[in-house]
Structures are given as C-alpha cells and as structure tokens.
C-alpha cells in the first residue's frame, strides 16, 4: 500500500497570504488529523477530521480550517498567514479513529516571510 | 495542557549501547504509543502499548507503562547510528492524540 502523501513538500509565502495543503490519506483509511510542528512547541493538534466531519479540534485560531473529501482525501487552508505560522504541518492517518495507529505523512515545510 | 513529556531531552551514546527515554503523563490515557522522527520528516509509528499492559517488546524495543506513575520508558538495546532520532510519546484520549516534548537521541559510531 501507498503511504500518506502531502503535497506540496515546501511552499514559501509571505505574510497576510492564504495556502491549502494536501493530504491523501493510505487506502481505506478514513480518519485524517492534522499537526503543526515547530521547534518551539512541538508537535500541536490541529484537527481531525473523519467520514468528512470534523471531529476534533485544537486550540489554534479560526485563520486555521480544513475538510475532507468523500475519497478521505483532506486539505488544510490557513489564511492571512503570520510569521509564527511557519512550521512542518503534518498529516496522519488510521483506519478509524482514537485508538488505531496514526500514518504520518513526510510533512509540508511552510516558510512564511 | 495534556501533553506529555519525555526525559532526557538529548540523548548521546555510543553505538551499541542501550538507550532509555521516559515519557510522562497527566491525565488517564487508553493508550500509549512511541514514534521515532528523523531530522524534518514525518513520524513513524513504533509501538503501541495499551493501559492495561505493563511491558511490551518489538524487536530491540522495550516498552513499559506504570499507569499508576503516568509514565512510561522507552528502551532501545545494542543502539545503532541509524537509532539516531528523536522520539516521540503520543498518549490518547477522546480520541484525540497528545505527543510530547521528544528526546532526542544521538548515536555515535
């Protein structure tokens, strides 16, 4: 099977813009979470999404959304970038939610300027 | 918060020594699993180990869990340069993941 892929790898930006990155989850799985990563804090929970609904949400501000697909596919879409915004979002799957194994994906680099 | 926390944060040994990394906890957890991180990639999943076991081994893994403590450890034996990582604790609950701080570990050959 095919791992968890995100695209793109790397995306540069500047303040104030809008980015959607994507995450296609391995096969036949249908929860997709989503987790920024920064040096700072750490690996933060963004949200998770399943069965195309969100289902959980993390302390982060409303700029910062996401769906998901009826293939499972999912997309995050941050707006009005800010400079702290720059970090590895990563995205993971499981077959179904809570306590199933998480497949992450290799990351989106954002680096805002 | 409900993160965890692991110690040491930085690690470095020798190859072929053992390395040890503890994973701490605040809250009741149904789970607790262990992923390993090289430099700026994604996270992969090590071992899962549940609330009701004590100890679990995968291959040069050992992992314990002292639910009573709120803190479980990560073992690796005869450690390798390619063991060079960081390593991450995630605990869940509600369904949603909690990962901790990361040690990360350097392992010199």
């Known amino acids: 099977k095919a791992g968890v892929t995100q695209t793109p790898r790397y995306l540069i930006k500047t303040r104030g813009q809008q980015v959607t990155l994507s995450c296609s989850p391995i096969?036949?799985?249908?929860?997709v979470s989503w987790y920024q990563q920064t040096p700072g804090q750490g690996l933060q929970f963004l949200f998770e999404?399943?069965?195309?609904?969100?289902?959980n949400k993390g302390n982060f501000p409303g700029r910062f959304s996401g769906r998901q697909f009826s293939n499972s596919r999912s997309e995050m879409n941050v707006s009005t970038l800010e400079l702290g915004d720059s970090a590895l979002y990563l995205c993971?799957?499981?077959?179904?939610?809570?306590?199933?194994?998480?497949?992450f994906g290799p990351g989106t680099r954002l680096t805002v300027l | 918060s409900q993160q965890g926390e692991e110690d040491p944060q930085a690690l470095s040994i020798q190859e072929g020594e053992n390395a040890t990394m503890n994973c701490s906890y605040k809250?009741?957890?149904?789970?607790l699993q262990w992923y390993r991180q090289n430099s700026g990639r994604g996270l992969v999943h090590l071992i899962l180990?549940?609330?009701?076991?004590r100890e679990k081994h995968s291959g040069r893994l050992r992992v314990t869990l002292d639910t009573s403590k709120k803190s479980s450890s990560l073992l690796i034996t005869a450690s390798r340069a390619a063991d060079t990582a960081s390593y991450f604790c995630?605990?869940?609950?509600?369904?949603?993941?909690?990962f901790g701080t990361g040690t990360s570990l350097t392992v010199i050959p």
């Open positions: 995630a605990t869940e609950r509600g369904n949603q993941f909690y």
């Open positions: 096969s036949g799985h249908r929860s």
């Open positions: 999404y399943f069965s195309e609904t969100q289902r």
């Open positions: 180990i549940r609330s009701n076991e």
């Open positions: 993971a799957s499981s077959m179904t939610r809570g306590t199933d194994t998480q497949y």
């Open positions: 809250t009741s957890i149904n789970n």
